[in-house]
T-cell receptor, first 119, second 117 residues
């Protein structure tokens, strides 16, 4: 069984400051990891994903995340926050196709972190 | 990235009626789509996996007779909430799985907000 823990339901940073959103996972197999962003009353937009290879993954809007197997973490960062980054962020995990019979299962999501940007 | 649409974006219905929500992949074919449910200020919970040409696979605790899923084509999956009740009010989001190289990614629709009076 998989699980995702996002530390901090709310994170507040000043505009221009570093953004750090934490995500830890539990999985019995090497997982695929994702970060999604959700704006109010909208669906989810993929920010970035880790499957295999380089552990530092760069995504859209200046975000990046690093997969650390030893820490079972996949924290999301952005060097300089912008007002438009204010949104809900979800970390998610799935089993790779080789473990799930040829295709990724439905995602298991963390509870989300609400990012607040202060002017 | 791949585009997924949902229709309607919001719906209000009376208790006891049925509501159909459509999920379409606009620029790709999706043999597998997923339906999620999201309560206010909470995360997404997977309801079911919709497979083109076969029966949907439901997660534990999800009533398959209440939430009917039909994946009749490679670009369309529908979720019908039958005999809706106020506790079914929620934000329903679909996603479509896309094979990108050797990996799969899910792209999400914009969601449908259901309010049952």
């Amino acid at each position: 069984a998989q699980s995702v823990t996002q530390l901090g339901s709310h994170v507040s940073v000043s505009e221009g400051a570093l953004v750090l959103l934490r995500c830890n996972y539990s999985s019995s197999v090497p997982p695929y990891l994702f970060w999604y962003v959700q704006y109010p009353n909208q669906g989810l937009q993929l920010l970035l994903k880790y499957t295999t290879g380089a552990t530092l993954v760069k995504g859209i809007n200046g975000f990046e995340a690093e997969f650390k197997k030893s820490e079972t973490s996949f924290h999301l960062t952005k060097p300089s926050a912008h007002m438009s980054d204010a949104a809900e962020y979800f970390c998610a995990v799935s089993d790779p196709p080789v473990y799930s019979g040829g295709g990724a299962d439905g995602l298991t999501f963390g509870k989300g972190t609400h990012l607040i940007i202060q002017p | 990235g791949a585009v997924v649409s949902q229709h309607p974006s919001w719906v209000i219905c009376k208790s006891g009626t049925s509501v159909k929500i459509e999920c379409r992949s606009l620029d790709f074919q999706a043999t597998t789509m997923f339906w999620y449910r999201q309560f206010p200020k909470q995360s997404l919970m997977l309801m079911a996996t919709s497979n083109e040409g076969s029966k949907a696979t439901y997660e534990q605790g999800v009533e398959k007779d209440k939430f009917l899923i039909n994946h009749a084509s490679l670009t369309l999956s529908t979720l019908t909430v039958t005999s809706a009740h106020p506790e079914d009010s929620s934000f329903y989001i679909c996603s479509a799985r896309v094979r990108e190289g050797q990996t799969d990614t899910q792209y999400f629709g914009p969601g449908t907000r259901l309010t049952v009076l």
